[in-house]
């Protein structure tokens, strides 16, 4: 029996995919607690755990540790009923990570070198990295429920189409995926699902309204709103990057001069020191073809120029950010990606500008901190939610 494939209008199919969303939000319970959540007799719990366990969908963890009484089993997911593939896909690299129906990350392979191109050859290329990943693990492949592969750009997660990259086909991007990879296959952009990656198994701890500010070689946006994660209409929610705030002759990757994103992201760092240095700065950097990763390490090793640069950035950007606060006032902000690995170098002037921009009222309601995931969120991001829409 496969649990989600089942029929969901027979109740009991439903209900226990509810028992398994439960376990998932609340960890290992005990029958009562399971009963008094779902409004169902203690005996039909018990049958239906039983029967779960029985399917291998839910395992027995133990004695709960009470003062008096008989302690009750707890009873929870088991990590072995299922596993998802993620795909993290960045402008240079791919990270790719495996993870149990736990929750768990059991396999990571991070920055895995993939050329971003919209050329079938750059999706075969892909695909192909994808299914090496898959072949060298040793679980049973036969129980990956899912792979879902994280975009920059514009994706519309409900169609399965990118019109961003790998936009060259009249079929659904997921269509030609799961053909390629011989699994079910869903996308999303890259930035939402960091965002609910770091909202699942990050720095999040209990707040409702969150956004993810994820500052790469782009720059984009995700929205948790009353604790869902916020797609607009077609899946496009979170373009920040291409809000109109400058008067400048640097043209962005969507076509158009002045977005937020030719001034306030990695990819605005590179051109800004390497204008500084042509310009006859000085910098660890100088004379060298510099790497991405370069020009953020020699940030953080106090290298003035790239600190100076970096700063500026972080002032504008939260100078961008105290509107979408005086809009959305949420309890969190989160700052990630590549950028943020400069640490307080980037954190510091957004809260500066923040404080200066935004109304107090609101700012007393926000906190501002960096990613804990880090370069993990997108991968943990895509795996989570690649569990989660088998519950859609």
Known sequence: MNLFNTNKENKTDLTKNNIIKFYIANGNSTIYDLSQELNLSVPTTTKLVNEMCADGY????GKLETSEGRRPNLYGVNPDSGYFVGVDISELAITLGLMDFKGDLIDLQKS???SLENTPE???ELCRLVNDFIGQLTIDKKKILNVQVNIPGRVNPQTG???SVFNFSENPLTKLLSEKIGYPVNIDNDSRAMSYGEYMKGCVEGEKNVLFLNVSWGLGLGIISDGRLYNGKSGYAGEFGHVHLFDNEALC???KKGC????ASVSALYRIVTERLKNGETSLLQDKNFTISELIEAATKEDVLCIE???EIGHKLGDALSGLINIFNPELVVVGGSLAHTGDCLLQPIKTAIRKYSLNLLIRDTCICLSKLKDKAGVVGACMLGRSRLFD
């Open 58 to 61: 839910v395992r027995e963890y």
């Open 112 to 114: 895995v070198p993939c």
């Open 122 to 124: 750059a999706l075969d």
């Open 161 to 163: 189409y990118s019109y």
């Open 253 to 255: 990757r969507c076509g």
């Open 260 to 263: 937020l994103e030719t001034e």
């Open 309 to 311: 640069a970096v700063e």
